[in-house]
């Protein structure tokens, strides 16, 4: 339980060292992609009246996050993607963001760091739960709600509508975020550059074997 976590005389402290939260205009300016990881703040899970070495640690859910994340002492990340190294705690992450585009549209949120263990994401508007997903290095790939090398998380986006985005990872890997935002077209329009040129990357090193191989074959040949 995340009452067990503020304690009375904890209370007083957290009302001075919580980072309030403040939505984030995003993709305004006709933006087809943005960075967004270093626009999030953290909070690290862990109950400091409890030993978490033996697994005895309280997961704590959504709910509670929601109803007493005010209170908790979350730290900004301060414009720099959130790296935290190896963790034996879960992190939660949030971010708050108000889509600023000219006009309605699908949009992706891009976790390129494909390591981690555990990821359970929640996108939130007026205080519901739109979506969620549940997925990680550690959990099949068929969880992925969209077959990528990345963790790929589709949402609507709405003109001038607040998003509550928390994530919650944990992970045996070193602790990082790394997110970004796109336009689903844009997205996939980088997708294929991306994979147009590890084509012709392959192609390069496929003709210099077969080249090297040719020039190898000549040589025996005149010995």
Same mark, same amino acid.
Request: hydrophobic share 45%; aromatic share 14%; no cysteine.
């Given at each position: ?17 919580? /980072?309030?939260?403040?939505? $984030? ?15 999030? +703040? ?25 109803? *007493? ?16 190294? *190896? ?6 992450? $949030? ?5 600023? &585009? ?14 981690? &263990? ?8 007026? &205080? ?5 997903? $549940? ?8 969880? +992925? ?5 990345? *963790?790929?998380?589709?949402?609507? @986006? ?9 994530? +919650?990872?944990? /992970? ?20 294929? /550059? /991306?994979?147009?040129? $590890?084509?012709?990357?392959? &192609?390069? @090193? ?7 191989? *040719?020039?190898?074959?000549? @040589?025996?040949?005149?010995?």
């Amino acid at each position: 339980m995340l009452r067990a976590y503020l304690p009375l005389g904890v209370f007083w402290v957290v009302l001075f060292l919580g /980072t309030p939260a403040s939505s $984030h205009p995003v993709l305004s300016g006709g933006l087809e992609s943005q960075a967004v990881g270093g626009l999030v +703040r953290f909070w690290e899970e862990r109950d400091p009246n409890q030993n978490n070495s033996d697994g005895g640690q309280d997961e704590v859910l959504l709910e509670e996050i929601v109803a *007493f994340g005010s209170q908790l002492p979350w730290l900004d990340a301060g414009g720099k993607v959130p790296s935290l190294g *190896f963790r034996d705690s879960a992190y939660w992450f $949030h971010l708050e963001m108000t889509y600023a &585009g000219e006009s309605d549209g699908e949009g992706i949120l891009e976790l390129a760091y494909a390591p981690l &263990g555990r990821v359970d994401v929640y996108f939130m508007r007026a &205080g519901s739960v739109v979506s969620e997903f $549940h997925t990680g290095a550690d959990s099949r790939f068929s969880t +992925r709600a969209i077959e990528h090398r990345n *963790f790929l998380f589709p949402l609507t @986006l709405r003109e001038n509508e607040k998003t509550d985005v928390y994530i +919650r990872v944990q /992970t045996e890997t070193a602790m990082q975020l790394p997110l970004t935002l796109w336009q689903t077209d844009a997205f996939w329009v980088r997708e294929q /550059t /991306t994979l147009f040129g $590890h084509g012709v990357y392959l &192609g390069i @090193l496929f003709v210099m074997v077969i080249f090297n191989l *040719f020039v190898y074959a000549s @040589l025996q040949e005149r010995s």
